[in-house]
């Protein structure tokens, strides 16, 4: 009877013992010798147990280390003062080295993960190099050229886009693979994202990150093209109640913006032109302001001059239709026919001239 209490209590400290080497094994512990950084706090932004989380770490001549929980591979965030750098991390020792002035291109090692990412950046490194030069002309360009280096601009996007889809057609079950189709579905359609997705393989689509796609997946999916708009309700500028159903039977551009998104403040004209240009043709503009400050929120609406419909709940990103569409960045625009059914997303410049043209007699 002894022994057997003996062997119990073994086999349970070897369990444990299992356990905590388990738990061990599955730590990614991080060593950084960055020259030229100041003594600082630096924050360290990952995911643990399907949830975000951020570490506060103390840097010291340069130097810091962090150690966490990592079963699984996964993009990590470092937030300096004035810049972020991110970098894919997995369970085992790696390094991190660099400079304070070149944050941007920190020397990762010990991450196959991030082997992997820096190999394929480098096949982009001739359409990186020809938007850093665009970059560089922009500033001082005029209205004229800016357009034209957008256009540019926008077929260097599109080619980074093609070479990553094969990337992903080749590598199905790679889980860097499954982060470029995250990264996309950040802003990107569901027309865009679904056929995508539907080339990883099941392998990496169980992961965390994979399900945490799924998911997103699932929330584009509400406004995809023949997507039926959701019959929501919200406060105008006066406090009192606007539902979508008042606008049945009209083609609505739904536009998503705020007083302090610079970019929706410059396509504010543009979208004034377009109203009035067809207003009497049973087209209008409802705005769903991502504002949290009333104040605010109502000043740049006289500012702009912008005599449609606006509504908001001034909850800012939490906004409860922004959240229902996934929509995390802005402007964001749906058009939607008289029967209620989104037909058109993102228009902007002359891309909503050109679809209102179509669509509207």
């Given at each position: 009877?002894?022994?057997?209490?003996?062997?119990?209590?073994?086999?349970?400290?070897?369990?444990?013992?299992?356990?905590?080497?388990?738990?061990?094994?599955?730590?990614?512990?991080?060593?950084?010798?960055?020259?030229?950084?100041?003594?600082?706090?630096?924050?360290?932004?990952?995911?643990?147990?399907?949830?975000?989380?951020?570490?506060?770490?103390?840097?010291?001549?340069?130097?810091?280390?962090?150690?966490?929980?990592?079963?699984?591979?996964?993009?990590?965030?470092?937030?300096f003062p004035n810049r972020y750098s991110g970098f894919f991390a997995e369970k085992g020792n790696i390094q991190i080295s660099g400079k304070a002035d070149a944050l941007h291109k920190l020397?990762?090692?010990?991450?196959?993960?991030?082997?992997?990412?820096?190999?394929?950046?480098?096949?982009?490194?001739?359409?990186?190099?020809?938007?850093?030069?665009?970059?560089?002309?922009?500033?001082?360009?005029?209205?004229?050229?800016?357009?034209?280096?957008?256009?540019?601009?926008?077929?260097?996007?599109?080619?980074?886009?093609?070479?990553?889809?094969?990337?992903?057609?080749?590598?199905?079950?790679?889980?860097?693979?499954?982060?470029?189709?995250?990264?996309?579905?950040?802003?990107?359609?569901?027309?865009?994202?679904?056929?995508?997705?539907?080339?990883?393989?099941?392998?990496?689509?169980?992961?965390?990150?994979?399900?945490?796609?799924?998911?997103?997946?699932?929330?584009?999916?509400?406004?995809?093209?023949?997507?039926?708009?959701?019959?929501?309700?919200?406060?105008?500028?006066?406090?009192?109640?606007?539902?979508?159903?008042?606008?049945?039977?009209?083609?609505?551009?739904?536009?998503?913006?705020?007083?302090?998104?610079?970019?929706?403040?410059?396509?504010?004209?543009?979208?004034?032109?377009?109203?009035?240009?067809?207003?009497?043709?049973?087209?209008?503009?409802?705005?769903?302001?991502?504002?949290?400050?009333?104040?605010?929120?109502?000043?740049?609406?006289?500012?702009?001059?912008?005599?449609?419909?606006?509504?908001?709940?001034?909850?800012?990103?939490?906004?409860?239709?922004?959240g229902y569409y996934g929509i995390r960045g802005i402007p964001s625009t749906l058009l939607v026919d008289p029967e209620g059914k989104i037909i058109a997303k993102d228009l902007r410049g002359?891309?909503?001239?050109?679809?209102?043209?179509?669509?509207?007699?």
């Amino acid at each position: 009877m002894k022994q057997l209490f003996i062997m119990a209590i073994s086999i349970a400290l070897c369990w444990g013992c299992a356990q905590k080497a388990s738990e061990k094994n599955n730590k990614a512990r991080v060593s950084a010798n960055i020259e030229g950084l100041e003594d600082m706090e630096i924050f360290i932004s990952y995911r643990q147990k399907g949830d975000r989380k951020t570490d506060t770490i103390q840097v010291r001549d340069g130097q810091f280390t962090w150690e966490a929980e990592m079963p699984e591979p996964q993009k990590v965030s470092i937030m300096f003062p004035n810049r972020y750098s991110g970098f894919f991390a997995e369970k085992g020792n790696i390094q991190i080295s660099g400079k304070a002035d070149a944050l941007h291109k920190l020397d990762v090692t010990g991450s196959e993960l991030q082997a992997e990412a820096d190999k394929y950046y480098e096949t982009l490194k001739d359409l990186t190099d020809r938007e850093s030069v665009i970059f560089g002309q922009y500033r001082d360009a005029g209205d004229e050229e800016k357009r034209n280096l957008e256009k540019r601009l926008g077929d260097i996007r599109s080619e980074k886009r093609k070479r990553g889809k094969v990337y992903i057609e080749k590598h199905p079950e790679s889980i860097f693979s499954l982060n470029l189709v995250s990264d996309r579905a950040t802003m990107g359609a569901y027309e865009e994202i679904k056929p995508l997705y539907d080339l990883l393989d099941n392998s990496v689509l169980g992961s965390d990150m994979g399900k945490r796609l799924t998911e997103r997946l699932e929330v584009l999916k509400r406004s995809a093209i023949g997507e039926t708009i959701l019959d929501f309700t919200q406060n105008d500028v006066e406090g009192n109640p606007v539902s979508y159903a008042d606008f049945r039977g009209q083609y609505v551009f739904i536009d998503f913006w705020a007083s302090w998104c610079g970019p929706c403040r410059a396509e504010n004209p543009n979208v004034l032109k377009a109203y009035n240009e067809y207003k009497d043709k049973n087209f209008t503009v409802l705005g769903v302001s991502l504002d949290d400050d009333e104040a605010r929120w109502k000043k740049a609406i006289e500012e702009d001059s912008l005599p449609w419909v606006q509504v908001s709940d001034l909850k800012g990103f939490d906004n409860v239709i922004s959240g229902y569409y996934g929509i995390r960045g802005i402007p964001s625009t749906l058009l939607v026919d008289p029967e209620g059914k989104i037909i058109a997303k993102d228009l902007r410049g002359d891309e909503l001239h050109q679809k209102l043209a179509e669509v509207l007699p």
